[in-house]
Each structure stands twice: as structure tokens, then as C-alpha cells.
């Protein structure tokens, strides 16, 4: 069973700086893409940063030069570095899985498996 649990959430001000995580188990880790997509209030899923199992990483346009993306296999976690960050950053950070097919950022709010999400947010 496919468990991913995130951490990492909390209050800050604008441009200060977060690293979110996320612990995955019941699955061979190194083997399925792993990303992170975002939902704010009232607003639709947003992909934010994907990377695949070669190590290949993509970001949402909204967050690229500001947000980086990184795993430990050894550890089997994922982690999301967030600096620079904005008020438009505020939401509920997931952290996601599936299979390399759709490796993308923008994939990620569709990937077949998911947190329950840390909450982010940003003061102005």
C-alpha cells in the first residue's frame, strides 16, 4: 500500500524560505516519478515540480528559479526547497506519485497516488 506522508508546512513571511518533505513507503521508490502539486482556496490543483526516476526534474513557469525539487532514495523521501516565497504561494502542498509515463509538473495534480497535504503559507 502506497503511503506518502508530507511535512515541512508552516507560516512565513514573504520572501522567506520553507523545505517541505515527504516520506513514501510500500512501493519500490526509486522507480516511480515523484512531484508536488499545490491547491489554494477556492483555485484549482496547480502542478509544481516533477522529477523522474533518471533524475530529470521540471517546475511550474510560477515557480522556477525559486523552488527546487531533490530526493534521498536512500532515505525514501522527496523534498521540495522553497525560497523567494510570495503571498501567491500560499496553499496546501501535496506530495504525489505514479509511474514515469507523464513525468511532468504539470502532471502531478493527476498522479495516481498523494498526501494529505502541508499547509504553506506566506504573510505579506
Known amino acids: 500500500q502506497v503511503q506518502l506522508v508530507e511535512s515541512g508546512g508552516g507560516s512565513v513571511q514573504a520572501g522567506g524560505s520553507l523545505r517541505l518533505s515527504c516520506v513514501a513507503s510500500?512501493?519500490?521508490?526509486?522507480?516511480?516519478?515523484m512531484g508536488w502539486f499545490r491547491q489554494a482556496p477556492g483555485k484549482q490543483r496547480e502542478g509544481v515540480a516533477a522529477v523522474n526516476t533518471d533524475g530529470s526534474t521540471s517546475y511550474a513557469d510560477s515557480v522556477k528559479g525559486r523552488f527546487t525539487i531533490s530526493q534521498d532514495n536512500a532515505k525514501n523521501t522527496l523534498y521540495l526547497e522553497m525560497n523567494s516565497l510570495k503571498p501567491e504561494d500560499t496553499a496546501m502542498y501535496y506530495c504525489?506519485?505514479?509511474?514515469?509515463?507523464?513525468?511532468?509538473?504539470?502532471?502531478?495534480?493527476?498522479?495516481?497516488?498523494r498526501g494529505q497535504g502541508t499547509q504553506v503559507t506566506v504573510s505579506s
Open positions: 510500500g512501493y519500490t521508490y526509486s522507480s516511480y516519478c
Open positions: 504525489a506519485a505514479d509511474v514515469p509515463l507523464y513525468c511532468s509538473g504539470d502532471y502531478t495534480p493527476y498522479f495516481g497516488y
